[in-house]
């Protein structure tokens, strides 16, 4: 999922790319064939935004939220940064599903409905609650539903219907991903290297026994929390990477680099093996250039007002694009892809303007008051 992006520090922040993966997202949801040529695949787009994440979260947490008593601050930003715009979404989400049953008696509250004795009284709280507070919404995808009510299954599209499939907001399970890494991360980030290094191999590890086991496709390839922590922690090194690089000129190397990113970003089809797990060559390629060029992106753009602007769209892009499509029906599927993108980005305009930038100032307040009463000693 795209990481909505920190708490402004001073200049920001890989826009760009940031939106580029957001629309590979919306394209991997509304076919056609724009992403035979541009953009990568969802699940690529994903852990790119794991990486993003763990590049961010890394640097807020040294270079912000490093005083006595920032941890708690910490989290609230985070989650205000979250939910205010997932509820907005979740909200107009809502209201779309209860028209669509109240006038063809179909949807997704009409499939709560219909599947409610199966899910039972257990299985319906915990989908009510994953729906509205996110934690948990990743397990929906290591579960399957029949007469029996929720078991565990490796292949959730075995399901009918997916679990997934009642959750008001299809792509939100990766802000469950998301949620656990802000969680942990306090405790982690704050570690010496080597042992983030350790960390991350375990993880990967972990990834390589599995994949020997079977366990190599969808959702093993990129929705398993304990697998996708190493790729937040490789984002994490990356900012580690930038720090220690902060005062190295690449006047050429860093745009060179950059460019390098966003090409390899955007035409991530004309090399790709279309393989549809972790350990293909395109993919490993793509994350190594992550870990690269993203100091040097990051320092190229970090002062570009423009590029932090665009990137601000790439959340409610995420978020939004799935209400869209679902309203948006047209015969060409390229045609009607592009006005999806279209009309997503305009919702995410609005979004951002009158949502995201009035609850970023109350957000830096609570930032400036925590630190006014510390009276700024550090850490």
Sequence with gaps: MPDPGPEPIK????????????????????????????????????????????????????????????TLVFYKNRFLRIFQTYWLFLAIAFLAELFSFLTRHSGDLARWISHAPELGVGGLVYLLLSNIF???????????????????????????????????????WSLALELLFYVLAPFILRRSTPFVIALAACSLGLRAYAYT?????????????????????AGALSYRLYDRLRGVDAAILGPALS??????TLLYPLYSDDADTFFSAAKIG??????????????????????RWIGELSYPIYLGHMLIAHAIHFPAPNLRALVVIAVTILLAI??????????????????????ATAGAVPA
């Design 11 to 70: 200049g920001h922040h890989m826009g760009l790319l940031r939106v580029i993966l957001a629309i590979g997202v919306v394209l991997g949801h509304t076919g056609g064939d724009i992403s035979r040529f541009l953009f990568v695949p969802g699940d690529v787009a994903v852990q790119g935004f794991y990486m993003i994440s763990g590049f961010y979260i890394a640097l807020v947490l040294n270079e912000k939220y490093n005083q006595a008593g920032d």
């Design 134 to 172: 996110l934690f948990g919404q990743d397990a929906a995808l290591f579960l399957g539903l029949d007469a029996g009510g929720l078991h565990w299954t490796s292949d959730f599209n075995a399901s009918s219907p997916p679990v997934f499939s009642f959750f008001l907001i299809h792509p939100a």
């Design 213 to 233: 086991l079977g366990y190599s496709q969808n959702p093993w390839s990129y929705r398993f929390f304990p697998f996708e922590l190493s790729m937040f922690l």
């Design 259 to 264: 460019l390098c990113l966003l090409g390899a």
């Design 286 to 307: 793509l994350y190594v250039c992550f870990f690269v060029s993203l100091p040097f992106l990051f320092k190229w753009t970090k002062d570009n007002r423009r590029d």
């Design 350 to 371: 609005g979004v951002v303007r009158y949502v995201e930038i009035p609850l970023e100032r109350y957000r830096q307040r609570n930032v400036r008051a925590a630190h």
